[in-house]
């Protein structure tokens, strides 16, 4: 097989110039004598059937074309005309490399036809070819082909092809200029441009699977060959290279830019070649420009054999975009299966076009929920309104569509990824309720789920652990009872010495002081009794109760052992001042640091004292009581403890 560059030198050494200057939008068409007998093949076999189809007529045999009353001049006054030719020819309408239309008037029905006639009369191959042409053209008839009226010779023995006369525009011209004049005739029904277009390309499709089903292939499906009359009719022309399905592809023929690879590496030529023009005459469509871009033949070519597949912009719809690229797939058994397959596309295409609009928001919704999560914009408050939307225009789309998997799988989708979101976030409750709606599909993400939940198990433990250690730590709850029992000692303490003082003066005796002691010992274990269930609510204020009873308790107890030792009165309460004090300072690094005050003013109290010995009662007094106004005022009126205070 020949490399695309060979085979670009073959053609243009067959053309006869080079291959740059070739015009690659033009048709190939080769060796015509080949093309002809492989056409009369197809037309002299029985043509294939299925259940519902019935052939009602025979081919046409090659070699019984009769000659026409036609004249061939286009100066009135001819002598041919003169004698009565029905068709006589007008105007020239066009003219290409082998051949020439022209405008002819019918004058037993008075209707103008256009004529097709060779360029070169003393050329018999392309005799032949007009011949063929015309044969496969009038043996297909359908609404979608251009009706043949008459095929036959000149008087002069030049073939003619006599066929409907189409006034309107071909497609290319159309998709060229959105001003063009036959737009208007195809928007009446719909202004949606889009819609007109693929309802061309269906009837071209339609036109295809008829000729698939005759065994005949066309070979040259683009919009160039594609007329659309001022009555919006549609119409595939220009058969002149159709082959018989199942030929291989000896020598390239058709339009470079809209070659299948088999057209060119060639392979078998099948149904699926022209589905895969008809994938090219979609993307022709979509973008405004051919399948296959190139400066060069070779160029063009190399692009036809590797056929990969086509980024389209956002623009398209995804729909067309797959299909564009699924019709033109390199391999032909990746393609759809024929005509008709890839008609019933567009035709769904247009049925549920609201579903796949909705579908597209949708998605385009998810790729920005997507995006915010992979940028770790967790907190976003957009993400909530994206899952939303995009999860409403699924189901929106499913419901107009129950078949669209792509909204099925859109819905899906959205779930995964909220999941994933609420995985990140670590709500585990949330991502729970996600996993009980996919069911299976959220397999993928279960064990990250799983760790997740683990981590917040743990963190819950540390948390409840830390909040233990805190109630325990925190005195603040019975911080006020505490203090109405510093108040209330405070006022029994006044109480006490000043009937001290008036019962005894300032000397005061040992076992007064035991007594005393052992009262207010007492006083503050029925406190700690009283106020019990309330203290225990942690452990930090129990234990500052505790302190305080064991402070009276080691008061008492110094002072018992002074009793027993034979120590002054005087002596017990200066030592007293000082035991206390040691009880102020623990006080204060266990409870509330501000209760450190008490602690010099103990202390001060203690060594008045030892200064003034026979003052001795009224220093431990006043003493006392300044301590215990300390503590409870802190205690009542104090602001609420802080994590500095204690």
């Keep these: 097989m020949l490399s695309p560059r060979e085979l670009a030198a073959t053609v243009a050494e067959s053309l006869a110039e080079a291959a740059t200057a070739f015009d690659l939008g033009a048709t190939i068409r080769p060796d015509v004598d080949a093309a002809v007998d492989a056409t ?13 189809q019935t052939v009602t007529r025979n081919a046409p045999v090659f070699g019984s074309i009769p000659q026409l009353s036609l004249s061939l001049a286009l100066e009135p006054g001819d002598t041919e005309v003169e004698h009565g ?17 022209y405008l002819a008037e019918q004058r037993s029905l008075g209707r103008p036809v256009a004529v097709k006639t060779v360029k070169d009369a003393r050329d018999g191959a392309q005799a032949r070819a007009l011949l063929t042409e015309g044969a496969i053209t009038g043996y297909l008839e359908h ?26 525009a071909s497609w290319l011209e159309l998709l060229a200029d959105a001003e063009h004049a036959a737009w208007p005739a195809l928007l009446d029904a719909t202004a949606d441009r889009l819609a007109a277009n693929l309802g061309i390309l269906m009837q071209v499709a339609a036109a295809a699977h008829h000729a698939h089903l005759g065994g005949l292939v066309h070979r040259d499906i683009k919009p160039e060959n594609v007329m659309i009359g001022t009555g919006g009719e549609v119409y595939l022309v220009d058969w002149g290279i159709a082959s018989a399905a199942g030929e291989s592809a000896t020598r390239l023929a058709g339009t470079p830019r809209y070659l299948a690879p088999e057209m060119v590496s060639g392979g078998t030529i099948e149904p699926r070649t022209d589905v895969y023009l008809l994938g090219a005459t979609l993307h022709h469509m979509l ?4 399948r296959h871009a190139g400066a060069t033949l070779a160029d063009v070519l190399e692009s036809a054999i590797a056929s990969k597949p086509f980024e389209y ?20 058994g990746d393609r759809p299966q024929d005509a008709a397959a890839f008609r019933s596309r567009i035709a769904a295409f247009l049925a549920y076009r609201g579903a796949f609009s909705l579908a597209g928001v949708a998605d385009a919704r998810l790729a920005e929920l997507r995006s915010l999560r992979a940028e770790g914009k967790l907190d976003d408050p957009r993400l909530v309104r994206l899952a939303s939307e995009a999860r409403f225009g699924f189901e929106q789309a499913l419901s107009a569509h129950p078949d669209y998997e792509r909204a099925r799988e859109g819905v899906r989708d959205v779930l995964i990824e909220q999941l994933a979101l609420e995985i990140d976030r670590k709500n585990v409750a949330a991502s729970r309720a996600l996993v009980a709606e996919l069911g299976a599909d959220a397999a993928s993400l279960l064990p990250a789920l799983e760790k997740v939940e683990a981590a917040v198990e743990r963190e819950r433990v540390e948390r409840d652990r830390l909040e233990k250690i805190a109630r325990d730590t925190d005195v603040t709850p019975a911080l006020r009872w505490i203090g109405m029992g510093a108040a209330g000692l405070c006022v029994l303490s006044t109480i006490s010495q000043v009937l001290i003082q008036a019962l005894v003066g300032t000397q005061v005796k040992v076992r007064g002081t035991v007594i005393v002691g052992g009262f207010f010992t007492m ?55 000082f035991v206390l004090s040691v009880c102020c300072l623990a006080a204060g690094l266990f409870g509330r640091r501000r209760w450190l005050y008490s602690c010099p003013v103990m202390l001060t109290g203690g060594y008045l004292a030892a200064l003034l010995p026979h003052h001795v009662v009224t220093i431990f007094g006043l003493t006392t009581l300044v301590a215990l106004l300390i503590l409870s005022a802190e205690l009542w009126w104090g602001k609420p403890a802080t994590r500095e205070d204690v």
């Excluded at 020819?89 to 020439?100: D, I, Q």
């Excluded at 609404?143 to 006034?167: C, D, F, Q, T, W």
């Excluded at 912009?313 to 032909?332: I, R, S």
């Design 40 to 52: 009369k093949r197809t037309l002299l076999s029985p043509v294939p059937r299925t259940s519902q």
């Design 523 to 577: 006083l503050g274990v029925v406190t700690v009794a009283l106020l019990w269930r309330r203290l225990s609510t942690n452990k930090a204020a129990l234990r500052l109760a505790i302190l305080v009873v064991g402070a009276l308790a080691s008061v008492l107890l110094h002072r018992i052992a002074g009793l027993i030792a034979s120590d002054s009165a005087e002596r017990i309460l200066r030592d007293d001042m």
């Design 287 to 290: 973008t405004g420009s051919p």
């Design 85 to 101: 030719s029905d068709i006589v020819l007008t105007s020239l309408l066009a003219e290409g490399g082998m051949g020439r239309v």
């Design 143 to 168: 609404p979608n082909v251009l009706p043949v009226h008459l095929l036959g010779y000149a008087r002069s023995g030049e073939p003619v092809l006599v066929m409907k006369r189409i006034v309107g």
């Design 313 to 332: 912009g956002d623009d398209v719809a995804p729909e067309l975009a797959a299909l564009a690229n699924e019709a033109t797939a390199k391999e032909p």
